[in-house]
C-alpha cells in the first residue's frame, strides 16, 4: 500500500471522482486488520462545489470499525491535483499535521474523467506536505 494504489482500490477511487464531478469527492483510505486498503466514500459538506469539507461523520465511523486510516482523498475537478490554501488549512493544525501519518490524496479529474492521483505525505524535515514516492497511477 505505501509503494502506490493497489488496482482495485483505484478503480474505487475512480468511480467516486467521476460521480461526484463536477464537485469534488472525498473520503477515506482505510483498511481492516484482516482486509485489504478500501476507500470509504464520504459526504462532501462544503457549498462550493471547488471545495471539499469532509464529512466528520466518515472518521467517527471509521474509528469505531477500528480501521487503519491510510489517506484523506479529494477530487480537483479541472484543476491541477497540488493541495490548495484551503487543502493545506484542513490538513494541519498549527503548521503540524491534523493526522500524523495519515497521507492526502489528490484525485485529478478533467471534462468528468479521472486521468491521474498524487500522493501527498508529510515530510517532517520541510514541514510540509510532499509528493509521496513510488507510484500513483490511475
Given at each position: 500500500m505505501q509503494a502506490g494504489v493497489p488496482s482495485g482500490l483505484a478503480a474505487s477511487l475512480v468511480l467516486h471522482a467521476e460521480a461526484e464531478a463536477p464537485r469534488e469527492a472525498c473520503g477515506l483510505v482505510v483498511q481492516a486488520a484482516d482486509g485489504p486498503a478500501r476507500a470509504r466514500p464520504a459526504r462532501n459538506l462544503a457549498a462550493s462545489p471547488g471545495l471539499f469539507l469532509l464529512d466528520p461523520a466518515a472518521l467517527v465511523a471509521s474509528r469505531r470499525r477500528?480501521?487503519?486510516?491510510?489517506?484523506?482523498?479529494?477530487?480537483?475537478c479541472d484543476a491541477p491535483?497540488?493541495?490548495?490554501?484551503?487543502?493545506?488549512?484542513?490538513?494541519?493544525?498549527?503548521?503540524?499535521?491534523?493526522?500524523?501519518?495519515?497521507?492526502?490524496?489528490?484525485?485529478?479529474?478533467s471534462g468528468g474523467r479521472a486521468v491521474g492521483l498524487v500522493r501527498y505525505a508529510w515530510c517532517a524535515a520541510r514541514r510540509d506536505f510532499v509528493v509521496a514516492p513510488g507510484p500513483a497511477a490511475l
Open positions: 477500528e480501521e487503519r486510516l491510510w489517506a484523506i482523498y479529494h477530487s480537483h491535483p497540488v493541495l490548495s490554501t484551503a487543502d493545506l488549512a484542513a490538513a494541519l493544525v498549527e503548521g503540524a499535521p491534523a493526522w500524523p501519518g495519515v497521507e492526502q490524496w489528490i484525485i485529478e479529474v
